[in-house]
């Protein structure tokens, strides 16, 4: 039997005073075209992934709405109270209709950069992120109210902003994947944190030689943090030392060195732009996580999480950086 609930109400609605709140927090794991939802008392989670060596999550909390209903489902079985069903939606098409009002969207907070604020040096006198989330950088708040009747209906948006309303109704598809990137928090290799801004700055210059892989390596002495690229333009390296102001945290008991697709890495940098800092860790099967803390307009803080699974080399591709991926060293 289907599980049931009161079909007077809806099994989700929410109201958010700002559309284009959830637009940037969306967008950070715009990389792939389509997002798994789960609906909860405590809020949304929009999960994507890509070939199953990269998810992306976003956890809106219900504190960033101004009204979060969330309806349970009675199992007519056992009389207990289910939480509603996880679907799949169009990401892409969730955005289009957040900024269906515009967005003055001038490459997030880094349009202010002046002429030398360039590179990491530069990033040392930049001040916060908070900029993307005033309603100078994002233009006029528009509400947006969020609902969901039930199995098999759609996802419906409706925005208002003065005096015109438009209403989206997105359909539901089953969802293609259930179980996340596994995070042994539990065997942790290392953890460190440190200002998003950095590790947005390190990406983008180690980009310049159109890199395929990034080799991470941690050690409990210097240099204690190092970002590795390669490709078939050549190689760069980015150092960080394990100083109070570069690196709030640094827990990294062993040497460890692990290697990941580049492509993959940067697919995060939308959430490097926007986040206050980032939690870098990695477990001894070389799984890293990547978790950005976000300063919100609410005053509050959401967090964006990423998944990679390290890089496995073809059969028959050696070469001598390859050989350290992944290694734990004693």
Same mark, same amino acid.
């Given at each position: ?16 005073? *700002? ?97 030398? @604020? ?54 539901? @598809? ?21 200002? =998003? ?62 290697? @990941? ?9 939308? =959430? ?9 860790? =990695?477990?001894?099967?070389?799984? %890293? ?12 803080? *959401? ?20 050989? %350290? ?6």
């Amino acid at each position: 039997m289907e599980p049931l609930h009161d079909p007077e109400l809806p099994l989700f609605a929410a109201v958010s005073g *700002s559309a284009k709140q959830l637009f940037q927090l969306l967008r950070c794991i715009g990389f792939s075209p389509k997002a798994q939802v789960r609906i909860s008392k405590g809020g949304l989670r929009f999960t994507v992934e890509d070939s199953r060596v990269m998810q992306g999550l976003v956890f809106l909390e219900k504190s960033l709405f101004a009204t979060y209903i969330c309806s349970s489902i009675t199992n007519p079985e056992t009389g207990e109270e289910d939480e509603p069903p996880v679907f799949q939606i169009s990401l892409s098409s969730l955005l289009e209709t957040l900024q269906i009002f515009g967005i003055n969207d001038a490459k997030d907070r880094w349009s202010t950069r002046e002429p030398g @604020y360039g590179g990491l040096a530069g990033s040392l006198m930049r001040g916060g992120p908070a900029a993307a989330f005033e309603n100078k950088a994002l233009g006029m708040t528009g509400m947006c109210k969020l609902s969901y009747a039930g199995p098999g209906d759609p996802l419906c948006i409706i925005l208002e902003e003065t005096g015109v309303t438009t209403t989206c109704e997105l359909v539901t @598809y089953e969802p293609e994947f259930e179980e996340d990137i596994p995070l042994q928090l539990d065997a942790l290799a290392h953890k460190i944190i440190m200002r =998003a801004s950095w590790l947005h700055d390190a990406i983008t210059e180690l980009s310049s030689t159109s890199p395929t892989r990034l080799t991470i390596t941690a050690s409990p002495t210097a240099p204690c943090f190092t970002l590795s690229s390669t490709g078939p333009l050549g190689s760069a390296t980015v150092e960080f030392s394990n100083k109070a102001n570069l690196l709030e945290t640094f827990q990294v008991p062993r040497r460890t060195v692990n290697t @990941y697709k580049f492509s993959l890495i940067k697919g995060a940098i939308k =959430a490097m732009a926007i986040a206050s800092k980032v939690s870098i860790r =990695a477990d001894e099967q070389g799984v %890293l996580s990547l978790q950005f803390m976000v300063e919100v307009d609410t005053g509050g803080v *959401s967090f964006v999480d990423f998944h990679f699974v390290p890089f496995e080399p073809e059969e028959g591709e050696h070469d001598e950086d390859i050989e %350290l991926t992944n290694e734990v060293f004693s």
